[in-house]
């Protein structure tokens, strides 16, 4: 389906309201954001949502709404056009100070102190091309030039808010409205890079200033994933209203729910698709909304259109290195949070108390801890009601579900180069055709690694696990030659090994017992193997010897059998 059908673009990477509503792309209304603001905000409202859950267009939303000399016409035929009394009152009446801080984010601190300047000078320049300079007076224009000095002082810097607001309150005569999106991706930055405690005096200072010791502030917005805690940078901040993943104030306005999502499907003619996107990309638990994640339904429909056949992809993860994976999973060698981690990835649920108020430095130093993260960044979800600071975690949907088992892999693979002797034990097994040996140590890697148990995936998704562990392990035999010579949407099957230099040629199907039957599946894994008549295209490449091995999996169980064809 084609733009020339007369159906709207899709706002792929588009922040800016204005741009989606006035270049013809196609919008979700969450203005009823702005009227539920209004109507009960704080004098500084904090909102912590996963990335890519519509915070930055949100925001976007607001300053194009509040700020003096806005377009009324962008609000047409929305929700918030609806409220007469507040828009009269409330739209295009403010000045607005909106910065993102989603660039702050360098190797060191003087680079990150640098990057601020240039957001505040950006700032403070688009301001000032809207002022009248002889207006100003020399007091108010020499602070102006101050802020879009590029040299800018570290005090002009950490007070860089409270001037701006200071110099646009005293030339229009009304309070400001402070937009700060992003507000923590400095501080991830500087912790990851070894100057967290700098940039928490800096941030700190700059707020300090502009929210909590500011006469020239009306109410201030501010979005970001995590809540620093208190002790940090909102130390003494007491007006600080915090909108979380858990308020049900605000629930539906981040994130598409499955009514906004169906009707978007139906618009583009891909209603067929709707399982696919519930089953991939629902499941976060917003106060009492589900919801599913914007950028994997607008990626996942832009690319459908042009591709009926088209398999759902992982665009969120593919937007982040996914770090709180993989220290998660560092820690699940053994014990409850081995099979905590096996629950989850089953479909079931986990009980772990929560602490949403973290600090950078401390997100790693206990599970606890990693618990939490994950939670508040979107890797895991609540299931039902939470009792107290106790929840019910469960992973969202496939998308993430995917992101454990590919981390799971990539560190299985990385833990078995590192044990040469039990490797070669296993590969020296599997070329001499030693049944018993190859089934004694693919057992021990089974136990090893966390396992996907039966209560969740499909069969094949298992039998791909499975398969897995074994290219893991033969993928550091460099002198051999190993292919998967069926690949399809679900995977690969039929891996193929051939040691020229002993003209040895290895055939292995993996099956899932899925009923714990472990020599009916054997008995399907050799079945398959002759039905591919792949042992020909190995005699021709001149193996003399033909191991064929079929093998059985249970959770972590298997059982293996071989023959050999003459």
Partial sequence: MSNKEGKKKLPIGIESFEEIRTAGFYYIDKTGLIRDLLQNWGKVNLFTRPRRFGKSLNMSMLKAFLEMGCDEALFDGLEISKEEALCEAYMGRF??????????????????????????????????????????GR???????????????????????????????????????ILIDEYDVPLAK???????????TLIKNMFEQALKTNDNLYFGVLTGCLRVAKESIFTGLNNLNVLSIIDVQYDEYFGFTDGEVKKLLDYYGLGD??????????????????????????????????????????????????????????KAEGGMLKRDVEKLIAGECVVKRIHQELTYK???????????VLFITGY???????????????????????????QI????????????????????ALKSGNVKAVETQFTKY?????????????????????????????????????????????????TQIEIEDEEIGIVIEVKYAHDGNLDAGCQEAMKQIVETGYTQQMKEDGMQTILKYGVACYNKKCKVVMEREV
């Fill in 446 to 494: 089974l136990k090893k690694t966390i396992s996907i148990r039966d209560t969740f995936a499909k069969k094949s998704i298992k039998e791909n696990f499975y398969h897995g562990i074994l290219l893991g392990i033969l993928g550091f035999k460099e002198a051999w030659i190993v292919s998967s010579n069926k690949e399809s949407g679900d995977g690969y099957y039929d």
């Fill in 95 to 136: 000045p607005v100070i909106s910065i993102s801080l989603k660039g702050a984010n360098a190797d060191d601190f003087d680079a990150a102190k640098g990057m601020l300047r240039q957001i505040i000078n950006e700032e403070a320049y688009r301001l000032w091309k809207r002022l009248y300079p002889e207006q100003l």
């Fill in 362 to 372: 401390d997100l790693y130093d206990s599970i606890e801890n990693i618990w939490s």
């Fill in 273 to 330: 698709s709707y399982n696919i996107v519930k089953e991939w990309y629902d499941g976060y638990r917003f106060g009492n909304v589900d919801v599913y994640c914007p950028w994997d339904v607008i990626c996942y429909c832009d690319k459908r259109r042009s591709n009926e056949n088209l398999q759902p992809e992982n665009y969120w993860a593919n937007t982040s290195s996914n770090e709180v994976v993989r220290h998660f999973l560092e």
């Fill in 409 to 428: 892999m990539k560190l299985f693979r990385e833990n078995v180069q590192k044990d040469g002797n039990s490797l070669n034990a296993f590969c020296e």
């Fill in 380 to 406: 895991l979800t609540r299931r039902g009601r939470a009792d107290d600071d106790l929840f019910s975690l469960a992973i969202p949907n496939m998308e993430i579900r995917k992101i454990f088992t590919e």
């Fill in 139 to 177: 007091y108010l224009s020499n602070s102006m030039e101050r802020l879009m000095d590029s040299e800018m002082n570290d005090i002009d810097l950490m007070n860089s808010l409270r001037l701006l607001s200071n110099v646009l309150c005293q030339y229009y005569g009304k309070k400001v409205i």
């Fill in 190 to 200: 500087a912790n990851e890079k070894g100057y967290y405690d700098q940039m928490v």
